[in-house]
């Protein structure tokens, strides 16, 4: 029963559920927040699997490396006002991580993939 599912399960479960009914379209609004490394992961390859099969994924996250990681494009948002767009080499900087999160991050990238370490306060 759904109602015996704890909240990753339940999340996980939807994406389940979104993806067998085939949609064309999924809207994910945080779909790994209560997910472990593992399973946020294993959610996010398969949103990116969807859209990378023609399906069109809008997912809303707030960890910058999982969203640099499996997402083509970014869009950034402060106090509900567009402060950045586009693809993550562009979108994810310093500034623009201090400037939405209020953190100072050091950022490589391997593969086309960030990794990011907050150092502190902005």
Do not use: N
């Not at 379209?25 to 927040?33: G, T």
């Not at 999982?66 to 310093?94: H, M, N, T, Y």
Request: glycine share 10%; with cysteine.
């Amino acid at each position: 029963s759904a109602d015996t599912l704890s909240g990753g399960e339940r999340a996980r479960m939807h994406i389940a559920r979104a993806l067998a009914a085939e949609a064309k379209v999924l809207f994910a609004d945080e779909p790994v927040a209560a997910l472990d490394p593992l399973h946020a992961w294993r959610i996010m390859e398969l949103i990116a699997s969807f859209a990378a099969k023609g399906g069109t994924a809008l997912t809303v996250l707030h960890d910058p490396a999982l969203a640099g990681r499996f997402c083509s494009r970014i869009i950034g948002l402060k106090d509900g006002r567009i402060v950045a767009d586009g693809p993550p080499q562009e979108v994810l900087s310093p500034a623009f991580l201090a400037e939405v999160y209020g953190a100072a991050f050091e950022i490589s990238w391997t593969g086309g993939a960030p990794s990011l370490a907050m150092t502190g306060p902005a």
